[in-house]
């Protein structure tokens, strides 16, 4: 494998070797752009552009220089890394699941999409910044928001949850969800105290106890919860990032004791820009900015929510809210 010269500053070399990333640096770390990474290498190079499975270059530039400036400080040790391209529709042309989410592993040269949900927003008095299933028109930041804030990620721990159980193929299954917590800086600096990581597309719904004292996970009475499965892997989510089930595993693997970093695209800078091009009646490659031409043309122009400007908001609408108990979950009533 060639090396690509790094920025002048950084005098290090990268070595991948194996399942192991390792960097020496003479210098103190810093932020690296994306042109500091050299040269997207010609194998990854063809799976640059704006079709489906396809990377749009932008977005591979950020997750490489990203990757890399992680990688020199030591936080990502995992020979892989990922990207996500959230400007995009959730179907594609063919009316399939479209692919938005990139496992990228340059040491073996393999580079694989796969379908990802998005930040579903919210719709309140006096801010409406939901989403629409299809196309993202809100990004932000604000604790509460359901939304997607676009940036960089490093991978940490991994927690598993039992959600409960459901029925397939006439046998009742227990729902064990891992949940990948993010950290971010900036922007995406809130990402633990928002709980915002990567999870399967998955969840119960419609949930009621039954009884099962045998189970590990019954409660002192003897019941579990039961619920009908949902699959939302080409929709939306509540903020984080959501895969399949069959990719979240493969992941889940992938990051096990070797973090690594997840781009998101769009950063605020980038929604700002496109508004301003938007604005002016510029396109978007005069403006020298990228959006998905499907999603623009049908959300008009993207917005950005600050958390200064929604956590008031969402802090009023809460106390507005009527002040309930927890509500138990009804006996089922077959089965």
């Known amino acids: 494998m060639r090396l690509i010269p790094l920025h002048p500053r950084v005098v290090s070399v990268l070595a991948i070797v194996g399942a192991t990333a390792m960097?020496?640096?003479?210098?103190?770390?810093?932020?690296l752009s994306e042109e500091h990474f050299g040269e997207i290498p010609p194998w990854l190079e063809k799976h640059v552009g704006e079709?489906?499975?396809q990377i749009p270059?932008?977005?591979?530039?950020?997750?490489?220089?990203?990757y890399m400036q992680k990688v020199v400080e030591g936080a990502a040790k995992n020979p892989c890394y990922f990207a996500m391209d959230a400007t995009r529709p959730s179907v594609a042309r063919s009316g399939g699941v479209a692919r938005r989410f990139y496992i990228i592993c340059e040491h073996d040269m393999s580079f694989r999409a796969v379908s990802s949900g998005y930040g579903n927003g919210r719709r309140l008095p006096g801010a409406n910044f939901a989403n629409g299933k299809r196309c993202a028109k809100n990004f932000g930041n604000a604790e509460g928001s359901k939304l997607t804030t676009g940036g960089g990620y490093v991978t940490a721990e991994t927690r598993t949850s039992f959600k409960g159980y459901y029925r397939t193929r006439g046998k009742s299954v227990p729902l064990v969800r891992a949940f990948v917590q993010f950290e971010g800086e900036g922007d995406t600096a809130n990402a633990r105290e928002r709980a915002i990581g990567g999870h399967s597309a998955v969840l119960l719904r419609g949930m009621c106890l039954r009884k099962r004292p045998k189970s590990p996970y019954?409660?002192?009475?003897g019941y579990v919860p039961y619920g009908r499965l949902l699959d939302y892997s080409s929709g939306r989510s509540n903020g984080c990032t959501s895969w399949t089930p069959e990719a979240s595993e493969v992941i889940v693997d992938m990051i096990k004791d070797r973090p690594t970093t997840v781009y998101i695209y769009p950063e605020s800078r980038d929604i700002d820009a496109v508004r301003e091009a938007v604005?002016?009646?510029?396109?978007?490659?005069s403006a020298g900015v990228y959006w998905s031409a499907r999603c623009l043309r049908e959300i008009g122009s993207p917005k950005f929510w600050t958390k200064e400007k929604l956590e008031p908001i969402i802090a009023k609408h809460r106390k507005s809210l009527p002040s309930r108990p927890p509500r138990p979950l009804p006996i089922c009533r077959s089965g």
Do not use: M, P, T
């Open 23 to 31: 960097v020496v640096c003479s210098c103190a770390s810093h932020a």
């Open 51 to 53: 079709g489906d499975g």
């Open 218 to 221: 019954a409660n002192k009475k």
């Open 57 to 66: 270059k932008i977005v591979l530039q950020r997750a490489r220089a990203y």
């Open 279 to 285: 604005k002016a009646g510029k396109s978007l490659s």
